[in-house]
Nanobody, 125 residues
Framework: QVQLVELGGGLVQAGGSLRLSCAASGRTFSSNVMGWFRQAPGKEREFVAA????????YYSDSVKGRFTISRDNAKNTVYLQMNSLKLEDTAVYYC??????????????????WGQGTQVTVSS
């Protein structure tokens, strides 16, 4: 079992920045992928960013590329999402997730085995 706890959400003005963190506890897997997803009211959960265990492979959705940066600290079993130049449309609940063994698909909700409880990010005008 893996437990994930997200921190760092909040209210920020458009153009501002936030940093989310996700700490994993329990079993860890050296071949895993950690990802961030988000879900806005009335919408499906969507992929935001993912990072492989080595940290050398990162993936982003087109909507956040160039504004968000995903990173990880394996010694702390923690993944981060630095969000800059936030827009109103970034408002959502953000979820951290772990894919135990990388399947080759980093963007599908169904490929991830464990999820955090989510943290609210609200961007105001």
């Amino acid at each position: 079992q893996v437990q994930l706890v997200e921190l760092g959400g909040g209210l920020v003005q458009a153009g501002g920045s936030l940093r989310l963190s996700c700490a994993a506890s329990g079993r860890t897997f050296s071949s895993n992928v950690m990802g961030w997803f988000r879900q806005a009211p009335g919408k499906e959960r969507e992929f935001v960013a993912a990072i492989r265990w080595s940290g050398s492979n990162t993936y982003y959705s087109d909507s956040v590329k160039g504004r968000f940066t995903i990173s990880r600290d394996n010694a702390k079993n923690t993944v981060y999402l630095q969000m800059n130049s936030l827009k109103l449309e970034d408002t959502a609940v953000y979820y951290c997730a772990v894919q135990v063994y990388y399947s080759g698909n980093y963007y599908s909700v169904g490929e991830y085995n464990y999820w955090g409880q989510g943290t609210q990010v609200t961007v105001s005008s």
